[in-house]
């Protein structure tokens, strides 16, 4: 059996790395910000529409031609799944602009817009990150989740399918009861916390 997970590491991102996560940050947040727009003026932005409205505008704008097609294209269809999320659940607000100064880059890339090579994250554009590698990987990651945090240090978050491993099995018990003149007195006295 296996199990979906999330294995996040820390980023070394230097400045050319750094300068090109956020240039490609404010590519996606403009698209978002362009779906949000599309959804207010009551044209509701189907994942098809907002592919269409991609390809349209990379055709005619080279700012966003020089960033990753696999990152847009994911902002556009988590926007899409956070609208038919919202569209499903009543009473939950529509997904929100985007401000350039609040909101924290996050940037998405399938296994086709990402690589690992020389223990390094490479991205589009020739984007190489040293990965801070706390454990390794336990299978080849299906997608990558770039963001910043509120510090402004940037992490990966791989997702990775893992062996489910079985809890060990318990044996006997243990009961405790919180006091005070002794903290925890338990039925095993080798446990006992004076």
């Known amino acids: 059996m296996h199990e979906i997970v999330r294995y996040t590491y820390r980023l070394r991102s230097g400045i050319r ?15 978002w910000n362009e779906a949000v727009h599309q959804q207010r003026t ?18 005619r704008t080279a700012w966003l031609r020089e960033g990753s097609q696999v990152a847009q294209q994911q902002t556009l269809r988590t926007y899409s799944q956070a609208l038919d999320h919202s569209f ?9 602009s985007k401000p350039r100064k609040t909101a ?3 940037l998405e890339y ?25 454990r390794e990987l336990p299978s080849d990651p299906t997608s990558v989740r770039v963001y910043r945090d509120s510090l402004g240090h940037w992490y990966a978050s791989f997702v990775v399918r893992r062996a489910l491993e079985a809890a ?8 405790i009861d919180w006091g005070v003149s002794t903290t925890a007195t338990t039925t095993s006295p080798a446990h006992d916390l004076p």
Do not use: N
């Open 168 to 175: 060990p099995v318990a044996e006997g018990g243990i009961g």
């Open 17 to 31: 790395a750094t300068r090109a996560l956020e240039s490609e940050w404010h590519r996606c947040r403009f698209l």
């Open 104 to 106: 924290m880059p996050s």
């Open 110 to 134: 399938t296994t086709r817009g990402f690589s690992i090579k020389d223990r390094c994250l490479r991205l589009p554009g020739r984007v190489s990150i040293p990965v801070v590698w706390s």
């Open 88 to 96: 499903k659940e009543k009473g939950r607000g529509k997904p929100a």
């Open 42 to 59: 009551g044209r509701r932005p189907t994942f098809s529409r907002l592919s269409r409205m991609l390809t349209e505008a990379r055709g």
